[in-house]
C-alpha cells in the first residue's frame, strides 16, 4: 500500500484535492458537510487550523486522527520535565522545609511542588 500512498501524497502537494473517493477509501465514510473543504483547508496547520487537511502518517483526514493531538501532548510533556528539572534546585532551596521525596512536577505546568498543583496554577 506504500505506493499508493505515496503517489496521494504528491497528488495533494501538486494541489489537486482531496476528492471523495479518496476520503470514503481513508475513513468508510462519505464526506459530510465541510468534511472535504477542511482536507484541503490552504490554512492546514496554522493556528486555529490544526486539525485542518490530510494526515500523512495515516493517510486520512487530520480531523479524524491524533496524530498532531498526540504531538503536542508529547511537546508539553517535554516541556513540563524542562520546567521541572530547571526549576527544582531553586525550589528546594526556597522550600527547604519540604521533604524533597513528596516534591514532584505540577500536574499543569511541571513546575515543582509538594501538592498536586502549584502555587501559579491554583
Ligand atoms: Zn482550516
Ligand atoms: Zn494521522
Ligand atoms: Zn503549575
Known sequence: MKAISKNQLKVAKDGVRITRQMFQRS????????DLERCNC???????HDSCGWCEVHNGPMFT???????????SA???KDTYQKELP???????DEDPEI????????????GL???NCK
Open 65 to 75: 486522527c491524533l496524530c498532531s493531538l498526540r504531538k503536542r501532548e508529547l511537546e
Open 78 to 80: 517535554q516541556l513540563q
Open 27 to 34: 475513513t468508510g465514510n462519505l464526506p459530510q458537510q465541510d
Open 103 to 114: 516534591v514532584g512536577p505540577c500536574s499543569h505546568c511541571g513546575y515543582p511542588t509538594s
Open 90 to 96: 531553586g525550589y528546594l532551596a526556597q522550600h527547604p
Open 117 to 119: 498543583s502549584c502555587d
Open 42 to 48: 490552504p490554512k492546514a496547520g496554522q493556528s486555529g
